[in-house]
């Protein structure tokens, strides 16, 4: 079955230091979803990529696709201590649109001041 | 704005007993998906129900089952509880393909 790899699992940064993260699936995707969940909470929705090579920004966040539909990236410019939290891409197979996402195993994001 | 609402936020179950988990989507979402999280995981995909049909399948166990009812809302059920089911169920619902929000999920425990 499909598998989303994601690394690095933690990431420690100093406050203002950049933050990335890398995820890659072992089959082409129909779309890739990035995900932020807080410690307690839920998975709170970032953002969707769908077509091969978009990148896609949101103030200090920077989310790219690859060419191949295979792997993806969020970089986090000047982080702050409100970015703390697991970051997890999920991507959906092109089989159909209600199918369910297979999620990578997170990056946790710790920020120290 | 109106979220997924899901009940009970929080469940004690004994082993071997059985348990419904219920979910509200966002008004006008005609897709429903529940996931599994445990402890320091992601979550994993159970099953999703798209215009009250089951629409695709992830690694939900045969103890558990689930459907979409008329009005939209979701019920997952839950039976023969072993303590490896003791985790975080998420709903999530979605107006079409690709973005998916989350409730704020119902807290298993099984003793």
């Known amino acids: 079955g499909q598998q989303v790899m994601q690394i690095p699992q933690y990431q420690h940064v100093q406050e203002g230091e950049d933050f990335t993260t890398y995820c890659n699936s072992s089959t082409t995707l129909s779309n890739i979803q990035w995900y932020k969940q807080r410690p307690g909470g839920h998975p709170v929705f970032l953002i969707q990529l769908v077509k091969s090579g978009e990148v896609k920004k949101q103030k200090r966040l920077t989310f790219q696709f690859g060419e191949a539909k295979k792997n993806s990236s969020l970089h986090i410019t000047a982080t702050q201590t409100t970015d703390v939290g697991t970051y997890f891409c999920?991507?959906?197979?092109?089989?159909?649109?209600?199918?369910?996402?297979?999620f990578g195993k997170g990056t946790h994001l710790i920020i120290q001041p | 704005a109106a979220g997924v609402i899901q009940s009970p936020r929080h469940l004690i179950k004994e082993k071997r007993e059985t348990a419904t988990l219920k979910c509200y989507p966002i008004p006008r979402h005609d897709t429903v998906y529940w996931y599994q999280q445990g402890p320091g995981q992601d979550p994993q995909f159970l099953i999703s129900f798209y215009e009250k049909m089951q629409s695709d399948k992830g690694s939900i166990p045969d103890r558990f089952s689930a459907q979409q009812f008329s009005d939209y809302h979701s019920e997952l059920n839950m039976s023969s509880l072993e303590l490896g089911d003791s985790a975080l169920y998420f709903c999530a619902s979605s107006p079409r393909e690709g973005e998916q929000y989350f409730g704020p999920g119902t807290r298993l425990t099984v003793t």
């Open positions: 999920a991507g959906q197979s092109p089989g159909g649109g209600a199918d369910g996402l297979t």
